[in-house]
């Protein structure tokens, strides 16, 4: 039987073994997926067990998307440019880090019909999901990335690898078409991101990375003044559909008994 992990911490939230599990039973396939809380120094171990085909694939989400980078024998393109790792498999007896995030992100986008050429996007978090969502940016022609992190020097060195972003100020908000939370703020539901909506119009795009909670503070706010909203849920299907591809060969389906399955 293959085995098949979410590693993360916090990994609560993560409803990954939730929607593996329902296309490894739909394909009739011989394996289950769990989830892992792990600590960073608990990696080297992981990567070990993959090696010895104790584990057949990982997925890695907060906050080790970038510190499993030095445990991997290679990484896709993909994972060079953004040094940023959510899918892990065994290939020719070398541990492969592959990132599925930024196809996730560009089909989540194509899918809510909206137009990212020439629109300015504010990009809050530095953190390990954020490259992936620059790079997706670019590939979508954006005329312009904020960043803006509550520990600057995170978005400083961001900025040293992908040209044309512009620094600004946590809490400060200019001129954007639309605004993406990457940060881990909104997964518990007291988490708040301070933004005076009457500063910025009510015709903006509001994007959360975070699916589960469905709607975070971010997003109700948003709502609440008319914004366009949406969350991460499409993100992640796409992200995992592209991971349960590389795994098993095979495209599981995305259907309305799907995105059901994760309200």
């Known amino acids: 039987m293959k085995k098949f992990f979410v590693i993360g911490n916090p990994i609560e939230h993560s409803l990954s073994p939730r929607l593996h599990n329902y296309w490894l039973k739909s394909n009739n396939l011989n394996a289950f997926y769990d989830k892992k809380k792990l600590n960073i120094s608990e990696l080297e171990n ?81 953190g390990g999901v954020s490259p992936s969502i620059i790079v997706a940016l670019k590939n979508m022609q954006v005329n312009k990335i904020y960043l803006s992190n509550r520990t600057q020097i995170k978005a400083e060195n961001l900025k040293k690898t ?25 997964l518990n539901n007291d988490d708040v991101i301070s933004i005076d909506h009457s500063k910025i119009g009510s015709d903006k795009f509001f994007y959360d990375i975070i699916y589960n909670p469905s709607e975070t503070n971010f997003l109700k706010s948003a709502k609440k003044k008319g914004n366009k909203t949406e969350n991460g849920k499409k993100m992640f299907v796409y992200q995992a559909q592209a991971s349960f591809k590389i795994w098993n060969n095979l495209v599981p389906e995305i259907d309305e008994d799907v995105m059901e399955l994760l309200n």
Do not use: C
């Not at 992908?162 to 909104?186: C, H, K, Q, R, Y």
């Open 162 to 186: 992908f040209n044309g972003l512009e620094i600004v100020e946590w809490g400060t908000f200019p001129d954007f078409d639309m605004i993406i939370n990457a940060t881990s703020l909104g």
């Open 46 to 126: 992981l990567i070990k067990e993959i090696k010895e085909k104790k584990i057949d694939g990982i997925n890695v989400t907060v906050p080790f998307k970038n510190s499993i980078v030095p445990f991997l024998d290679k990484l896709s393109e993909e994972a060079k440019t953004t040094q940023s790792v959510n899918t892990i498999y065994l290939k020719d007896k070398m541990v492969i880090g592959h990132n599925t995030d930024i196809e996730g992100f560009e089909l989540a986008i194509k899918n809510t019909n909206y137009d990212l050429s020439r629109k300015k996007v504010l990009l809050l978090g530095a």
